[in-house]
C-alpha cells in the first residue's frame, strides 16, 4: 500500500502546494483510489507516475471547493484517453450526485466509462476482495466523513513446494487447501490445508480524516492505525481560527494519533499563512505535534510513503 | 495593452500546455480581463505577475469543461484574499448562470465580492469608457462565441503649455477645449479647442475566437483586428478530425486572418497529438499556417505579447 500526496494546502493553491487529494496504490493490483479532489489534481497526476486510467474510486470527505473542484476535469481527461473504459465509483455526502450530474450536463461532457455514485453512510461503505472502507462523521460545519482502509487479513502463503514433495496433483485440491481445508487423496491419506498454509498477517489499515476539528469519531476510526493522515491547518497559536472554522491545529491532531495509538501520524492541509515570514511556521506546527505525537512528520506535494505490511501473527487466524 | 496566455491546449492539459485562459490587460488600468478559465487558471495566475485581485470581467466562449472549470476556483480563491471586495462580471452563453450558482451552492462558497453574470448575444455586450466588446457567434456544436475587443479612439493629448501661454484660465474651460469645442474667453477672444488637441489615435482591436470551425462570422468579426487569436487545434492532415469536432486546422485559422486582413495571427488550443512523435507536430503545423498567413506565432503557456498603440490618423476623427 503506497500513499501519494497530490495537494497539501488548505483552501487555496499556493506557489508550492495544491489543494487536496491524496492517492492510494494497493499491492499487486494496478488501481488507483483518489481521496478527495481538488482543483489541479489531474495536472498533480500528470506530474506524477500515477495514472488515470488505473482510476477505480475516489472519495469524498465533503463538499468544499477545495477538495471537489478537480473531479469533473479529471473524469473528462481520463475519458479522452484511448482504450479508457473501466468504470470509476464516487463515495461522498449527500449532494455529490446532484454536483457532478449538474456539471457533466452543463458542460456537456459524456464519460466513455461507467460512472457509479454512492452517497455515503457511517458504517462500512465498500467492501473488495481485499479491503473494507469505512465511514465516520467528522465535526467541519458540513457534513464529512473520515474514511478508514482496513485491509483483510492476508492468508498465509501455500506452500507449492511442499505439496508437490506430498504428491498431491495440481488442481482443484490446491484451492482447498489454500482455504486450509483437509483433504483425502487417492491413496487415501488425509492432508491438513492448515499444514500446507503460512502464518496469516493482519491487514494494514490507513485512515484519512478530511477537513475536521477535534472529534472522538476520528479517534475511534483511527484506532491502531497504521497511518493516520490528519489536517492541521494550524498552529495551537492560532486555535482561535480553528474554531472559528471547523479546523484542527497540529495540537488537535497529534491528540488523535496518540489517544487512537495509531503508528504515525502525518500532517497535511496546511493555511498558507505558515509559509509567510514572522509566523511560527511549518516547522513550529511539526515540533507542536512531535511533542504529544513523536512519530509525525509533514506532507508535501508528491511525498509518497509505502505501508509496510505487518508481521504474521503467531497463531494463524481463522475468519470462521 | 497586454495579453498573457494562461493555456494553450486543447481539451485536457498536458505535462507542458494549460487548458485554455487568455488574460487581458489594459493600459493605465490596473484591471485584467480573461476570457475562458480551464481548470488551473487560478494555478497559472500564480505563476505570473497577474493579480486575481485585479480581476473585473472574465467572458467565455463556451461552456466545455477545458474552458470552464477554472472559473468556481478562481472565484473563490479570489475571495479569500483579504481586502479584495470589488466586483466581477462573467459573460458567457445561456447556461452559464445556473452552472456557477449550482457550483457555489453545491460547495458552499460564499464571495466577499459581487458577482454579476451577463448571458451573452451577438452584437455589443459591454462599453467601458475606453473599450467595447463584440460578440459575435462560432460555429463549435455548442453556444459558443467569439469576441473583439475595440479600443475606443484614442483623444489627441492637450496641449497644456499652449492653453497657459494664450492666457486661459485653469479650470472648466480646459474640458471644453479638450472635448474640441470653442470657448470664448473674457477679454474676447475666441479659442478653437481642435487647435490645442493633438492628432486623435485610432483604438486596438484584438479578437478571441473561441474553438471553432471556419466561419465567415470570424471573418467578419476579426476584420483589420491588430491581432487575432485563433484556436487551431489540428493540422490540414488531420482534417477530417476537425471537421467532427468542429475545431480549426491551423489552414482555417490562416485563412480568417488573410481574409480579415489582420495585422497578426497567434494561434492556440493544439491537440496533444503533436506533441507525440512521428507526426507533422507543432512547427509543421505553424509552417501550414505561414504559407497563408506569414505573420503568424504559435501560443504557447505565458506567452505574452504587447500591442502597440496605433499610428495617429493624419485628420483628426470626431466621433460626431
Redesign the interface.
Known sequence: MKITFLGTSA?????RR??TSIALQLDQKSCLWLFDC???T??QV??SPLRLSQLERLFFTH????H???L??LL??RS?QDGVHTPVTLYGPE?LE??VR??LE????RLQYPLHIEIVRPGLICSTETEEVFAAPMLHG?PTFGYAVQEKTQSGRFDIEKAKDLGIPEGPLYGKLKRGESVTLEDGRVIEGKALVGQERPGRKIVFCGDTTFTPNAVALAKDADLLIHEATYCEEDHHLALRANHSTATMAAQVAKQAGVQMLVLTHFSARYEAEGVIGLPGLLAEAQEIFPNTVLAHDFWHHIIARREPLKTPLRED
Not at 463538499?63 to 477545495?66: F, P, R
Open positions: 483552501g487555496a493553491p499556493t506557489r495544491n489543494v481538488g482543483e489541479g489531474q495536472h500528470l506530474r463538499l468544499h471547493g477545495d471537489l473542484f478537480g469533473v476535469g473528462a481527461s479522452l449532494g446532484a454536483y449538474g456539471v452543463a458542460s456537456r461532457t458540513v
